[in-house]
T-cell receptor
Framework: GQSLEQPSEVTAVEGAIVQINCTYQ??????LSWYQQHDGGAPTFLSY????GLEETGRFSSFLSRSDSYGYLLLQELQMKDSASYFC???????????FGAGTRLAVHP | SQTIHQWPATLVQPVGSPLSLECTVE??????LYWYRQAAGRGLQLLFY??????ISSEVPQNLSASRPQDRQFILSSKKLLLSDSGFYLC????????????FGQGTRLTVV
């Protein structure tokens, strides 16, 4: 089967840096992705890592280590609007099946 | 450009009533289609996914079923709703390759009373 683990909550202040970790177990790995979801809204895609290393997109970066079955999302220069839930996701059990973690709720304070 | 439509946005249904939620995708062909359910403050539970017309994979035994009568149409149904069926239902699509980017509809908030 497939499973993902990530912390349930993270708190940080504006302007800070926060890292949200994700460990996964899956039969067949086709990449790790990250999504953001604001309260009441739909998830939106942030990033995707298929290979080891760091991918940077503006204030957000995502890292993958396939040997450790581990990745993280790094959010820099935090803003109040970054307060949301963040989900890691993998394709497993066949690359058409997209499985999400339970989500990490990020609260950014002034 | 591709768009995904999901309706209705909110729904209040009595226990024992039927359910039909519809999702359609525009601007792409042969997408993978997904139905997820999200309880308040929780993660996304994969309910069904489909790689083609009439091809449905069920992930969790439950009171729900799904159908894909057309390439870009995905329907979630129930014959008799339970209180436990309440939640936020999300339809999503992705291209049929290893890129894990999925695009979500705006969701349906279902309350069973």
């Amino acid at each position: 089967g497939q499973s993902l683990e990530q912390p349930s909550e993270v708190t940080a202040v504006e302007g800070a840096i926060v890292q949200i970790n994700c460990t996964y177990q899956t039969s067949g790995f086709y990449g790790l992705s990250w999504y953001q979801q604001h309260d009441g809204g739909a998830p939106t895609f942030l990033s995707y890592n298929a290979l080891d290393g760091l991918e940077e997109t503006g204030r957000f970066s995502s890292f993958l280590s396939r040997s450790d079955s581990y990745g993280y999302l790094l959010l820099q220069e935090l803003q109040m609007k970054d307060s949301a839930s963040y989900f890691c996701a993998v394709r497993g059990g066949g690359y058409n099946k997209l499985i999400f973690g339970a989500g990490t709720r990020l609260a950014v304070h002034p | 450009s591709q768009t995904i439509h999901q309706w209705p946005a909110t729904l209040v249904q009595p226990v024992g009533s039927p359910l039909s939620l519809e999702c359609t995708v525009e601007g792409t062909s042969n997408p993978n289609l997904y139905w997820y359910r999200q309880a308040a403050g929780r993660g996304l539970q994969l309910l069904f996914y489909s790689v083609g017309i009439g091809q449905i994979s069920s992930e969790v035994p439950q009171n729900l079923s799904a159908s894909r009568p057309q390439d870009r149409q995905f329907i979630l149904s129930s014959k008799k709703l339970l209180l436990s069926d309440s939640g936020f239902y999300l339809c999503a699509w992705s291209v049929t390759d290893m890129n894990t980017e999925a695009f979500f509809g705006q969701g349906t908030r279902l309350t069973v009373v």
